[in-house]
């Protein structure tokens, strides 16, 4: 059984710019989440996909925003980056309504 | 809004006693909890699950204890060795809502061998 990977491990960036991270679910699930954690707390959720359309969203302006494909990866976009965007970006793959299961994550770096 | 939080932010414990980590919730209409632990560069890895309808649950060296009436959730681990060292966090989801899962600050746990 694959787990959920993501890519890439590592990113830096500046302000003002965009950036994609991507997300392999673990074989057979079929929902997405993603949540940003930052330095020192729990993981904040942005946004669920299910069935490839959004399922439910945190407390996240709208320049994050992602995408789930057929084959139930997904990414996650974020426009106009800003210094506090800096996080562990973590993705959870679960069947709807189960448990979650993370991915180790990417570590943007906005300078 | 939601509010998770755990009573004790780092716990250190000898290699082979037990060690108990706490956890608050705030939403009464929470129903499914996950305790996840999390080690140094990793995401967070899936340990133990309850749903409201139980007050406790086991698995392997370990134990989780529900108390709706406080709202307070537990995590026991039996016998704890070194690679147990982590940030453990509680999460919480009420599953008529969606599942988003809020989670807690986390408690720091370092077995001392």
């Known amino acids: 059984e694959t787990g959920v990977t993501q890519s890439p491990t590592h990113l830096i960036k500046t302000r003002g710019q965009q950036v994609t991270l991507r997300c392999s679910s673990q074989?057979?699930?079929?929902?997405v989440s993603w949540y940003q954690q930052a330095l020192g707390q729990g993981p904040q959720f942005i946004f669920q996909y299910y069935r490839e359309e959004e399922n439910g969203r945190g407390n996240f302006p709208p320049r994050f925003s992602g995408l789930q494909f057929p084959n139930y990866s997904s990414e996650l976009n974020v426009n106009a980056l800003e210094l506090d965007d800096s996080a562990l970006y973590l993705c959870?793959?679960?069947?709807?309504?189960?448990?979650?299961?993370f991915g180790d994550g990417t570590r943007l770096s906005i300078l | 809004g939601e509010s998770v939080g755990l009573h004790l932010p780092t716990l250190s414990v000898q290699e082979g006693d037990n060690s108990i980590i706490n956890c608050a919730y705030s939403n009464s209409a929470s129903d499914y909890f996950i305790w996840y632990k999390q080690e140094s560069g990793k995401g967070p890895q899936f340990i133990i699950d309850i749903r409201s309808n139980m007050d406790k649950r086991q698995g392997q060296r370990v134990t989780v204890l529900l108390n709706k009436t406080v709202k307070h959730l537990s995590l026991q681990i039996a016998a704890t060795q070194p690679g147990d060292s982590a940030v453990y966090f509680c999460a919480e989801n009420t599953l008529n809502t969606g599942n988003q899962f809020y989670f807690g600050t986390g408690t720091s746990l370092t077995v001392i061998p």
């Open positions: 074989s057979g699930h079929n929902t």
């Open positions: 959870a793959s679960s069947f709807l309504q189960g448990p979650q299961h």
